[in-house]
């Protein structure tokens, strides 16, 4: 790891290879930690880096520390301006990803969440792709997306990604991009690390919060473009996993696989193999607003370093 960079790791800026924690550190032992993941984009014509939705990702890190029973350091004003701060200090000219994580750090043994230390930490790196963007191949997992019961599927919990692994590996393995995990009782869920959209008869559905999703960001952002953009509702249903074989566009979509369209499901060819046009009308809107090239959304972007656009004639 370049020796250069920095992160903020419990109350001060240090350099990334001197954050580290112990073996008997109980989220490390536990998964008993919570995190976020949220990306910046650098727009070359401006040389500006813009940080997308910081404040919407950190209301999300309070709500998933608050179930895990930690409060987090600093208010959402604070957070956002520590990473605004991290990304300036680290002076980067690329697209970058952020992670924060609050975490349980006593060095103990003892399963639980009560009477345990706290640690937060928020570091930055150069990030391309996360997966293929020009088309994928998905299988419904075998493995069932977390039920709510079990642990909260709308918290960001570094403990539930296991089931994220294992649904991811499986379509690996099975020579497929990604996964579908359904509900317990049988309806679609979401990908391994992405909500999913249908355009089913017309229509663009995808699963409610009660399906055990996480309530993606990205999600929120597809939701408003496709009325912006395209004038349709997005409708939230439960949805049956036979219905995406017949549907004529599927994508996932999330903060570090941004918009994924997906060609081949179970190996069936959904919307006759190719890429449709409310995808790519999602995609490319997508990559206007997270590049600040659409002036309806400046509210999401953070501007990482203090210069004016460049205005050329
Ligand atoms: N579901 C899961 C399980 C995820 O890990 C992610 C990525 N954070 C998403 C959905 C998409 O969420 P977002 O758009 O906020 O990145």
Same mark, same amino acid.
Do not use: A, S, V
């Given at each position: 790891m370049n020796s250069q960079v920095v992160c903020y790791f419990n109350g001060s800026f240090v350099p990334l290879q001197d954050a580290k924690v112990g073996v008997m550190t109980h989220a490390f032992n536990y998964g008993t930690a919570c995190f976020e993941g949220i990306r910046a984009y650098w727009n070359a014509d401006e040389r500006q880096l813009y940080a997308f939705r910081l404040a919407d990702h950190f209301d999300r890190l309070r709500r998933s520390a608050h179930m895990l029973m930690i409060e987090l350091p600093h208010d959402r004003d604070t957070l956002c301006e520590i990473t605004r701060d991290l990304l300036e200090r680290n002076a980067f000219e690329g697209d970058v990803y952020v992670r924060p994580l609050a975490y349980l750090s006593s060095e103990m043994i003892g399963v639980r969440l009560h009477n345990v230390e706290h640690g937060f930490v928020i570091y930055a790196v150069p990030f391309g792709?996360? =997966?293929? !963007?020009g088309g994928i191949r998905a299988i419904t997992s075998s493995w069932r997306r977390i039920d709510d019961n079990a642990a909260p599927a709308r918290a960001k919990l570094t403990g539930i990604y296991v089931n994220s692994a294992f649904a991811k590996t499986e379509a690996f393995l099975n020579g497929a991009d990604e996964a579908i995990m359904l509900t317990d009782d049988g309806h679609v869920s979401e990908g391994s690390a992405e909500n999913l959209f249908a355009l089913v008869a017309g229509e663009l559905v995808t699963p409610p919060p !009660?399906?055990? =999703?996480?309530?993606?960001i990205t999600r929120d952002t597809v939701i408003r473009l496709a009325e912006d953009r395209l004038g349709m509702q997005v409708c939230q249903r439960s949805i049956d996993r036979s219905e995406l074989y017949g549907a004529d566009e599927l994508f996932l979509c999330g903060t570090g696989a941004q918009i994924v369209p997906i060609t081949q499901l179970d190996h069936r060819a959904i919307g006759g193999g190719r890429v449709g046009p409310v995808t790519t009308a999602i995609s490319r809107g997508y990559m206007d607003v997270v590049h600040g090239r659409?002036?309806?959304?400046?509210?999401w972007l953070t501007p990482v370093y203090q210069r004016e656009p460049d205005k050329r004639p």
């Open positions: 792709d996360y =997966i293929e !963007t !009660t399906d055990n =999703i996480l309530l993606g659409d002036g309806r959304y400046q509210e």
